[in-house]
């Protein structure tokens, strides 16, 4: 079975989207799927050959993000399923979208999306001089008549199935998260990060890791180590990874007097700096009342990391066990209170740290990636039927 995934973003890109499409290249070759990808240029060598790049240019106020040639973005679709694809599978819902779209229709295959993104919850964020009730609607819209155009819709959990559900989504929706590759997530070096960046060994650190946005909620993180260093003055939350927010963010660390407390270190390698961050840091903390899934809860949670995290949209589905996590009242002194807690037992993050382990376990990139294989091979019999 040959499948073309078809994104607006890639690597070098750094987010949940990027991580899904790598992710599931590696785990449905297993399955007998190979997955070809076309995604935007970034000016970077790229030493994929499953990989298509296209000529983009940088979006205005935002250069971390492509917009992608049109014309050529369909030619690259076009050619990529006439050399042999069974199916279509749209990863964002921008110029991918409708390229991909259009040319399964035109060639008669299937498409299907994974909607990664509750843009509803995300515009507040970008567009906030434009009134939030219009904003809401066109959102609901613009997702709705995405979703009804497609043979089958992926949501990574419940809370997203209800909500497209409640836009008005008719067809036919599978949940599906993205799985980890547990292999990648066993040992990291924590003195070896604490020494490069100058962390003594017995300092009680939080960690953040993911884009640096303002969707994230990372402000009220912020708040949550003013508060903690109160009981602990040597307390620290540092904050991995890029975006738009950073400038802001060190803005507002500096205003309440918090550099000794909180440090950023900007985007960390995935082969090895990652690993040694997350098994430096003592608990991961989380607070983004937007994600979908929030797979990087569960890349901590693999490297033996107790969470402490807000469970909100699609992080409910993995905070819901209580297995190796716990979630505080969504407040920055309730938080801060958990946290801290947390960090003044050892013996309950140790346990902790064992249960996270057990419970990432079932979250694997194999076992989720023969269920994908399963939903193409199921789309592609009900398109030929």
């Given at each position: 079975?040959r499948?073309?995934?078809?994104?607006?973003?890639y690597?070098p890109?750094?987010?949940?989207?990027?991580?899904?499409?790598?992710?599931?290249?590696?785990?449905l070759?297993?399955c007998?799927?190979?997955v070809?990808?076309?995604?935007?240029?970034?000016?970077?060598?790229?030493?994929?050959d499953w990989v298509?790049?296209?000529?983009?240019?940088?979006?205005?106020?935002?250069?971390?993000?492509?917009?992608?040639?049109?014309?050529?973005?369909?030619?690259?679709?076009a050619?990529?399923?006439?050399?042999?694809?069974?199916?279509?599978?749209?990863?964002?819902?921008?110029?991918?979208?409708?390229t991909?779209?259009?040319v399964?229709?035109?060639?008669k295959?299937?498409?299907?999306?994974?909607?990664?993104?509750?843009?509803?919850d995300?515009?507040?964020?970008?567009?906030?001089?434009?009134?939030?009730?219009?904003?809401?609607?066109?959102?609901?819209?613009f997702?709705?008549?995405?979703?009804?155009?497609l043979?089958?819709?992926i949501?990574?959990?419940?809370a997203i199935?209800d909500?497209?559900?409640?836009?008005?989504?008719?067809?036919?929706?599978?949940?599906l998260?993205?799985?980890?590759?547990?292999?990648?997530?066993?040992?990291?070096?924590?003195?070896?990060?604490?020494a490069?960046?100058?962390?003594?060994?017995?300092?009680?650190?939080?960690?953040?890791?993911?884009?640096?946005a303002?969707?994230?909620?990372?402000?009220f993180?912020?708040?949550?180590?003013?508060?903690?260093?109160?009981?602990?003055?040597?307390?620290?939350?540092?904050?991995?990874?890029?975006?738009?927010?950073?400038?802001?963010?060190?803005?507002r660390?500096e205003?309440?007097?918090?550099?000794?407390?909180?440090?950023?270190?900007?985007?960390?390698d995935?082969?090895?700096?990652?690993?040694?961050?997350?098994?430096?840091a003592?608990?991961?903390?989380?607070a983004?009342?937007?994600?979908?899934?929030?797979?990087?809860?569960?890349?901590?949670?693999?490297?033996?990391l107790?969470?402490?995290?807000?469970?909100?949209?699609?992080?409910?589905?993995?905070?819901?066990?209580?297995?190796?996590?716990?979630?505080?009242?969504?407040?920055?002194?309730?938080?801060?209170?958990?946290?801290?807690?947390?960090?003044n037992?050892?013996?309950?993050r140790?346990?902790?740290?064992?249960?996270?382990?057990?419970?990432?376990?079932?979250w694997s990139?194999?076992?989720?990636?023969?269920?994908?294989?399963?939903?193409?091979?199921?789309?592609?019999a009900?398109?030929?039927?």
């Amino acid at each position: 079975m040959r499948v073309l995934m078809v994104s607006d973003v890639y690597f070098p890109r750094i987010n949940g989207v990027s991580t899904a499409i790598q992710t599931y290249h590696h785990a449905l070759a297993a399955c007998g799927v190979e997955v070809r990808v076309i995604a935007p240029d970034y000016g970077a060598p790229c030493d994929s050959d499953w990989v298509v790049r296209v000529p983009s240019r940088a979006v205005p106020r935002d250069p971390e993000d492509r917009l992608v040639n049109w014309r050529l973005m369909q030619a690259s679709v076009a050619e990529a399923v006439q050399q042999g694809c069974d199916l279509i599978h749209i990863q964002t819902p921008f110029v991918a979208h409708y390229t991909g779209h259009s040319v399964a229709r035109r060639l008669k295959i299937p498409v299907i999306a994974t909607y990664h993104t509750l843009f509803e919850d995300y515009l507040q964020y970008y567009a906030p001089f434009l009134p939030a009730s219009w904003m809401r609607g066109m959102a609901r819209r613009f997702s709705r008549a995405q979703c009804n155009a497609l043979d089958s819709v992926i949501v990574p959990s419940r809370a997203i199935h209800d909500r497209l559900a409640n836009y008005g989504v008719t067809t036919p929706m599978e949940i599906l998260p993205t799985g980890i590759p547990l292999a990648n997530f066993r040992h990291g070096e924590r003195e070896r990060f604490r020494a490069d960046h100058g962390i003594a060994s017995e300092r009680p650190m939080a960690l953040y890791v993911g884009r640096v946005a303002h969707e994230k909620n990372i402000t009220f993180l912020i708040d949550v180590a003013a508060r903690a260093r109160r009981e602990m003055p040597e307390f620290l939350l540092l904050v991995a990874g890029e975006g738009p927010a950073l400038s802001s963010l060190k803005q507002r660390v500096e205003e309440q007097g918090l550099a000794h407390n909180v440090m950023f270190v900007g985007y960390l390698d995935r082969a090895r700096e990652l690993l040694d961050c997350y098994a430096a840091a003592d608990v991961f903390v989380f607070a983004s009342r937007t994600e979908t899934q929030g797979l990087v809860l569960l890349e901590a949670m693999a490297m033996g990391l107790p969470v402490v995290a807000l469970a909100v949209m699609g992080t409910v589905d993995i905070l819901s066990s209580a297995r190796g996590a716990c979630v505080p009242e969504d407040a920055p002194g309730a938080f801060a209170d958990a946290m801290t807690s947390l960090l003044n037992d050892p013996p309950r993050r140790m346990q902790m740290s064992q249960q996270a382990r057990e419970y990432a376990a079932q979250w694997s990139d194999t076992a989720l990636a023969g269920r994908m294989a399963g939903l193409y091979q199921q789309v592609i019999a009900a398109k030929k039927g």
